[in-house]
């Protein structure tokens, strides 16, 4: 029997593309004062824009987008044929291999003292996920960069929109009010070292044993010691959202009404309770 869908928090992202949900009390309260001006005086450009866009989403039914139907039958095919569809490169390997020294570099710049990686698996009704780190009054996530330049140092505001959302998923599981999403800038493992120099040993058109000096250049780019911590880890903290995880709760069950649809008649779906 299929249990009943409930979306990784990491996957968020993918199911809250398309059409947003239902307007907010406060949207309907701005759509009803603009609608109510609207027929006395003229509206400014900004104001018919913002009129134009809540009339959109009060009258359009929210809509799966296709990447989140294409989420929804990744997950299905999971559960059908008892497999798990992985997704690895040398970015996510990085990132998993030097979670630990991303961690150590978060303790270290906000003085958290000895902490360690959190291994509770939580879900409710709707969603499920394992943040890295979980304190007292916040919930985080560590990112490793793959190099400085793909280190967000000059970014004022979270990148990944995805990540922004994993971290609301995070904060309704663990009844926390605060999240962060620290990017680290990390020295690579010596395998990934390894292999990237062979790679630009092998495109530079040589053959044979990689000479010394290559090892040494992709050594020096990859590795950062003489880097102040302080540089080597960007931090954004959000609050909790509310609005964000009725979101949530109306497209799991969206998702859970298109599984439905596609599952082969072959297949038993466990119903809601």
């Known amino acids: ?4 869908f409930k979306c990784r928090a990491s996957s968020l992202g993918k199911i809250l593309g ?5 307007p907010t009390e406060k949207q309907l309260a701005t759509l009803a004062e603009l609608e109510e001006k609207a027929a006395t005086k ?4 900004k104001q018919q824009s913002t009129l134009a866009e809540l009339i959109a989403k009060r009258d359009n039914p929210p809509q799966l987008s296709d990447g989140a139907k294409t989420y929804c039958e990744e997950w299905l095919k999971e559960q059908i044929y008892n497999r798990r569809k992985e997704f690895s490169n040398k970015f996510t390997e990085k990132g998993t291999i030097c979670e630990p020294q991303g961690i150590e570099l978060v303790a270290s710049q906000m003085n958290y003292g000895m902490i360690a990686k959190n291994e509770q698996h939580f879900e409710n009704e709707y969603i499920t996920g394992t943040p890295d780190l979980l304190l007292p009054n916040i919930v985080e996530d560590i990112k490793n960069s793959w190099s400085v330049f793909t280190f967000p140092l000059f970014a004022n505001t979270l990148p990944n929109s995805d990540y922004f959302f994993q971290l609301q998923g995070y904060m309704w599981l663990t009844d926390r009010n605060k999240a962060a999403v620290n990017y680290c800038l990390i020295d690579a493992p010596i395998e990934i070292m390894d292999r990237e120099a062979r790679s630009v040993w092998f495109k530079a058109g040589y053959d044979g044993d990689i000479d010394i000096s290559c090892y040494d250049e992709v050594y020096a780019k990859m590795t950062y010691p003489e880097i102040p911590d302080t540089l080597k880890i960007k931090r954004f903290e959000f609050d909790y959202n509310h609005e964000i995880i009725e979101v949530i709760k109306e497209r799991v069950l969206l998702c859970r009404e298109y599984i439905k649809l596609i599952t082969p008649k072959e297949v038993e779906l466990k119903q809601a309770a």
Request: hydrophobic share 40%.
């Open 18 to 22: 398309g059409a947003l949900g239902k």
């Open 1 to 4: 029997m299929i249990p009943q």
């Open 42 to 45: 003229p509206l400014t450009e």
